[in-house]
C-alpha cells in the first residue's frame, strides 16, 4: 500500500526533556489512524513536527514522500488541518474566515460549505468574537472538511463540542474515508478512534507502545466472560487462562486469554452451558492497559 504519512525514529528535546523518542508509524492511502495517548505523552509535538511547525531533532518524517520540514510548503497545498483550539480573527464573521480559509487552500467546494454550515448548526454571519470554542471549532472542521486534500489531520478535532456535533463529525469523517481519503486522529475520545480507525498508535511518554489494528491489539489482551451452568460454574475457576473469577449463585465472570478460548469453551460444555458471553476488550481496556500503572 501506498505510505501517504512515513515516520522513523522521530526524536525531539526541548531544553533537557525528552518529549519523542524514537517514534515510528506510518499512514496508508485510505486509511484512518487514530493517534491516542493522554496530555503530554507527544501527540501534539509530532503532529507540529508532520506540519514543518517545528524541527525534529533526529529521524526522519515523510508526507506524500517529500519531507516535512524541508518541503512543507508543496505538501500543505495537499493536507486539510484542525487543531484543537481554534484561533479566529475576531472582527471577521465565520463565514469570512472559513472563505479565507478555502481561498488560501486554493477553492473549496463551495456547495459542500453551505451542507456544512447548515449540518454543524453554525451562524456564519456572526462575528468570530462572539463565538463559543464549540463554534470556534465549528469553523475549522467546516473549512478542513470543504477542502479536497488527499490528508487530514485531526488533533483533537472535536474538543468543545457536544455529543450532537461529534456524532456530526464522525458521520462526516466516515464519508471522507470512504472516498479514499487519508486521515491522522489525534482524540481523547476512544469510542471516537474506536469508531472510525481502521489502525491504532498508542504514545506513551514520547514513545510508541503499540500500534496495528484493534482486531490485532484485542488479541493481546483478554475478553471478558459471562459464563451461567447447570453444574458447578466454580469448576472454572482453575482452568489454565482463566483470570478474575467472580461468581454469584451459578454465573460467573471472568477474564480468559484469547488463546485459550476453545479449551475454555470445551471445559464449559462439560458443565452444560445455559449463558455463555463474550465482550472482547475496548480500545479503553488497551489503552488503561499501558497507563494504570
Known amino acids: 500500500m501506498t505510505k501517504i504519512v512515513k515516520v522513523q525514529g522521530l526524536q525531539k528535546k526541548f531544553g533537557k526533556f525528552q518529549a519523542l523518542r524514537d517514534v515510528e508509524f506510518s499512514v496508508n492511502a485510505g486509511e484512518v489512524v487514530g493517534f491516542i495517548g493522554p496530555n503530554g505523552a507527544g501527540k501534539s509535538t509530532t503532529i507540529r513536527i508532520l506540519l514543518g511547525i517545528i524541527n525534529r531533532d533526529a529521524g526522519n518524517a515523510e508526507i506524500f514522500g517529500k519531507d516535512v520540514w524541508k518541503e512543507s510548503i508543496e505538501i500543505h497545498k495537499r493536507i486539510s488541518y484542525v487543531p484543537g483550539d481554534v484561533t479566529l480573527w475576531g472582527n471577521l464573521t465565520g463565514g469570512e ?122 488479541h493481546l489482551t483478554r475478553s471478558t466472560v459471562t459464563l451461567a451452568t447447570e453444574g458447578d460454574v466454580a469448576e472454572m475457576a482453575d482452568i489454565s487462562g482463566v483470570f478474575d473469577f467472580k461468581q454469584k449463585d451459578n454465573q460467573a465472570t471472568f477474564s480468559i486469554d484469547n488463546q485459550h478460548l476453545n479449551r475454555i469453551l470445551m471445559e464449559a460444555s462439560k458443565l452444560g452451558v445455559k449463558k455463555f458471553e463474550s465482550v472482547p476488550p475496548t480500545l479503553e481496556d488497551l489503552f488503561m492497559r499501558h497507563y494504570e500503572g
Do not use: W
Open 97 to 218: 474566515i472559513i472563505d479565507l480559509f478555502l481561498k488560501l487552500h486554493g477553492g473549496g467546494d463551495k456547495q459542500k460549505r453551505d451542507y456544512l454550515i447548515k449540518r454543524f448548526e453554525l451562524d456564519p454571519k456572526k462575528k468570530a468574537k462572539g463565538y463559543s470554542k464549540g463554534n470556534r471549532q465549528k469553523v475549522g472542521l467546516i473549512a478542513a472538511l470543504s477542502a479536497d486534500s488527499d490528508l487530514y489531520i485531526f488533533d483533537e478535532p472535536t474538543s468543545g463540542l457536544d455529543p450532537l456535533m461529534e456524532a456530526i463529525f464522525q458521520e462526516e469523517v466516515e464519508k471522507i474515508k470512504e472516498s479514499g481519503k487519508s486521515i491522522l486522529l489525534s482524540s481523547h475520545i476512544l469510542s471516537e478512534v474506536e469508531r472510525l480507525a481502521d489502525k491504532v498508535v498508542i504514545i506513551r511518554q514520547g514513545e510508541i507502545v503499540e500500534t496495528g489494528s484493534l482486531d490485532e491489539l484485542r
